[in-house]
């Protein structure tokens, strides 16, 4: 996860990141030590306090290109 430097590269605290974002220092911290992750609109607005993207702090779900829709390896 990309939060810890995004967080550093904008000079901002957690606690000033967590207050932008509306959640609580704990809630944050727990993100940033990836001890939980957020939901989307919480995971938007800390993008928005880091000056950032979702995807790039958050990593972009991609799908598996290797397998079937099934679940079978791909052919």
Known sequence: MELRAARERSGKTQAQVAKEAAVTDRMYQDYEYNKSEPGVRTAIRIAKAL????ESLFGAATPDIEKEPDGNPAK
């Open 51 to 54: 000056n950032s993207t979702v």
